[in-house]
């Protein structure tokens, strides 16, 4: 089993930044891949960036340029960098690791920019 705890979510004013934390525990061998997910009001939930167990990211075009996704594997974290952030961009951040043993969610942290 793997737990996952976000944190750094908060309310921040168009144009500000917000860093995303995702703290893992548990049985993390085989990583395939570190992904970050937001689920805004009405919508359904979408890949907003992502880092595979070799490094290689990916990232949504709605925030490419804007977000970057990176891991820290001495503290088995992965971390969401959100510059320039728009009032779109407001939503509920999810962290999820997909293993060779399953795929896990974190509860999810709200992040709010206001106009």
């Known amino acids: 089993q793997v737990q996952l705890v976000e944190s750094g979510g908060g309310s921040v004013q168009a144009g500000g930044s917000l860093r995303l934390s995702c703290v893992a525990s548990g049985s993390l061998n085989n990583i395939y891949a570190e992904n970050w997910y937001r689920q805004a009001p009405g919508k359904q939930r979408e890949l907003v960036a992502g880092?595979?167990?070799?490094?290689?990211?990916n990232y949504s075009p709605s925030v490419k340029g804007r977000f970057t996704v990176s891991r820290d594997n001495a503290e088995n974290s992965v971390h969401l960098q959100m510059n320039n952030l728009k009032p779109e961009d407001t939503a509920a951040y999810y962290c999820?690791?997909?293993?060779?043993?399953?795929?896990?969610w974190g509860r999810g942290t709200q992040v709010t920019v206001s106009s």
């Open positions: 880092i595979t167990g070799s490094g290689s990211t």
């Open positions: 999820n690791i997909i293993t060779a043993w399953g795929d896990y």
